[in-house]
């Protein structure tokens, strides 16, 4: 990614660096060759491109941690992440002791950038996470990283035809035209990376894609010999928002990034003004419009920042500008946040390298609720990678729009894309399928309502469920865990069945099971003991099932599902999203309560369960918040903590299979959305 939009050696990095600076100044202001003085001073003006082919021929010699420092810098500025790379890892091997905690986090991008991804979070666990107290933290953002990256490609991308051997990028679309920046022929070389200064370009929509046109000018008054980038147009497109370099330098002789407000008189851009927050002393950066056109959004180093860059907002009334507010934790981290963009929905995009992604900059998204930003999503593949992506914008009608990358196998330097989203962002866990078929081994014929157990290692029974009538049964559990299937049927012996499930998102497990039968069975594979306990199992079945009849025809609220026993009661409703007990719910659970009293060896599991409109883990928490709910008053009401136990089920066992979900009308989604009250013993 080309970086004038991080031309300053930002204040906050300063600080971070202050160590190496001294260490620097001790070590190596005397006795430095002219080689070494005249790299050290194009580093230190951020001509990057220029020092690196220098310290390249300097480091052949001398690798002190000055040069290895300065030459992975320069190659990390320039967005050389593979060579960086080779110099940071140098750089810490030799030199551990002085290395901070920043240069650790530029390490682990280039590591992420090349593919290394275990290896670049066993770094952030150990040497930076770890440090912070974050761990469990950190750990939920690896795991949500892996669901966002099991979803597989969310878009279908195309690099456009206009894309140069420079970088290219800030794509949006103005009316049937695209505006882009891209460097210029005509103006002098930005010595950090090479390339000329930047400016507004113009092409029909059709033909960037097709490259049947030349780009033009976008416009005289508003290309000047400064960057210009980064544009955001208001929906009636007479006024338009840009960044371009402060002409006025700081002390430090660096020209900080400004914003612009521009109006559409007469067929031409005019009443260019630099907006009342700009200062010579940092940037700000990269606007963007929210629905209403009443707020503006923007990047900025300005003091008050938590980290180099941090995304800002400055209400418009009536043309005037408020004071800048910083968006705060949850969208800005110590490190580097720009290129907000607001969708048409509401939702806040922006890139960074402080939120847990793939590496470098990525592209995340931000729901607005109650007030405020939620905690922001990596928008996944294939427009995050492990490069810099940016400048991203969508429209979330057409679900189409742009955005820019520096990644491998692009026609220049930073390359624009054009998007279109396939996929929706349903962040879920890794889950498998284990179904089959239960048989009889020798008939082959099909066994209905088997019962099929399914455990886990350390056999704890996690579902319990009857074959249909095809002799089918299916379960959907976590990725990663080994499982074992018990299948059961009168008359004949148990099956059973191991699994060992990896990290395979949506695999089906065959966990099909043939059963032998007792009376087909061979007498002699029986021994006495085998013979003696199935009639005894028969025994005690029989006898278990007349105490059942017998407190049937007592309890006219108990009755029989299967192999479960339950108390019937009307509907418990809780209300949307939330698990605590209605007024009207009471007197259904006291009926319950009134059963268990009266049976005083009597428990109950309390099985809550949801329907499939949300996520699975969604569901699981909530269906296990209502069943605790229901147990809490369970106690309250008087009955002995160890009777009565909640278990929430989530989505699990429908009544009705809705799927897809859009299957199922209200009221069998209200089916599935129950409270069930098992006897477990009586």
Not at 348 to 366: A, I, R
Not at 393 to 398: A, D, I, K, L, P
Not at 613 to 631: G, I, P, Q
Request: hydrophobic share 30%; net charge neutral; glycine share 6%.
């Amino acid at each position: 990614m080309i970086n004038h939009h991080d031309s300053s050696k930002m204040k906050n990095m300063k600080r971070l660096l202050l160590l190496l600076t001294i260490l620097f100044s001790v070590q190596y202001s005397f006795g430095q060759t002219p080689e070494v003085k005249l790299a050290n001073e194009y580093f230190d003006r951020a001509f990057y491109s220029e020092a690196i082919p220098m310290y390249e021929k300097i480091a052949k010699d001398d690798n002190s941690l000055e040069v290895t420092k300065n030459l992975a810098d320069s190659y990390y500025y320039t967005n050389d992440l593979e060579n960086a790379g080779k110099w940071y890892k140098t750089m810490i091997k030799k030199n551990p002791k002085y290395i901070t905690d920043e240069y650790y986090f530029r390490y682990i991008h280039t590591l992420k950038a090349v593919g290394k991804y275990a290896q670049a979070d066993s770094l952030s666990r150990t040497r930076i996470i770890v440090a912070k107290g974050s761990v469990k933290v950190f750990d939920k953002d690896v795991k949500t990283l892996e669901n966002i990256a099991g979803i597989g490609d969310r878009f279908e991308i195309e690099n456009l035809a206009i894309n140069t051997k420079n970088s290219d990028f800030g794509a949006v679309k103005y009316g049937e035209r695209l505006i882009y920046s891209s460097p210029t022929k005509e103006k002098k070389t930005y010595r950090w990376n090479g390339e000329n200064y930047l400016d507004f370009y113009t092409i029909p929509v059709f033909n960037a894609k097709s490259g049947d046109s030349i780009s033009e000018d976008f416009s005289k008054s508003i290309n000047t010999r400064m960057h210009e980038s980064n544009a955001v147009f208001t929906k009636n497109g007479k006024t338009m928002y840009f960044t371009r370099n402060n002409p006025t330098k700081d002390k430090n002789m660096i020209s900080h990034l400004q914003l612009y407000k521009a109006e559409f008189k007469k067929g031409q851009w005019t009443n260019i003004t630099a907006l009342p927050f700009n200062s010579p002393n940092y940037s700000t950066e990269h606007p963007a419009l929210s629905e209403d056109e009443e707020i503006l959004y923007f990047a900025s180093d300005m003091p008050g920042t938590l980290g180099s860059f941090d995304i800002f907002s400055v209400e418009i009334n009536g043309g005037k500008f408020g004071i800048p507010k910083n968006l705060g934790p949850v969208i800005n981290t110590i490190h580097k946040e720009q290129f907000p963009f607001i969708s048409n929905d509401g939702k806040l995009y922006f890139s960074s390298n402080g939120h847990h992604g793939f590496g470098s900059m990525d592209v995340f998204v931000s729901e607005f609720s109650n007030g405020k930003f939620e905690k922001p999503n990596n928008v996944g593949f294939p427009v995050n990678s492990g490069y810099d992506d940016f400048s991203f914008n969508m429209n979330f009608e057409t679900k189409e729009g742009y955005f820019a990358s520096n990644r491998p196998g692009g026609k220049g330097n930073d390359d624009i894309y054009q998007i279109k989203e396939i996929k929706p962002l349903v962040i879920e866990d890794c889950k498998q399928t284990i179904e089959g078929l239960i048989t009889d081994i020798d008939s082959k014929i099909i066994l209905v309502k088997a019962t099929v157990v399914l455990q886990d290692i350390d056999k704890k029974e996690i579902q319990r469920i009857e074959t249909d009538a095809e002799g089918k049964f299916s379960f959907t559990v976590p990725c990663e865990a080994d499982y074992i299937i018990i299948a059961s049927k009168e008359e004949y012996l148990d099956g059973t069945k191991s699994l060992k499930l990896f990290k395979d998102r949506n695999k089906i497990n065959d966990g099909s099971i043939a059963l032998k039968s007792v009376a087909n069975s061979d007498k002699e594979t029986l021994t006495e003991e085998q013979i003696a306990k199935k009639r005894e199992d028969k025994i005690a079945k029989a006898k278990k099932q007349e105490r059942i009849d017998h407190l049937m025809e007592k309890e006219k609220d108990v009755v029989q599902d299967n192999d479960r026993l339950m108390i019937k009661t009307d509907p418990i409703y809780f209300d949307y999203d939330l698990w605590y007990i209605r007024k009207e719910s009471k007197p259904i659970l006291n009926r319950v309560i009134e059963i268990m009293k009266k049976y005083p060896k009597m428990t109950v599991e309390i099985g809550s369960h949801t329907d499939v409109r949300a996520s699975d883990a969604y569901n699981n928490v909530l269906s296990e918040k209502r069943a605790a709910s229901t147990r809490r008053y369970f106690i309250s009401k008087g009955i002995e903590s160890d009777r009565v136990s909640a278990k929430g089920y989530g989505e699990t066992r429908p009544i009705v299979r809705c799927v897809p979900e859009d299957s199922c009308d209200e009221e069998q989604h209200e089916l599935n959305r129950r409270s069930e009250f098992v006897i477990q013993n009586f």
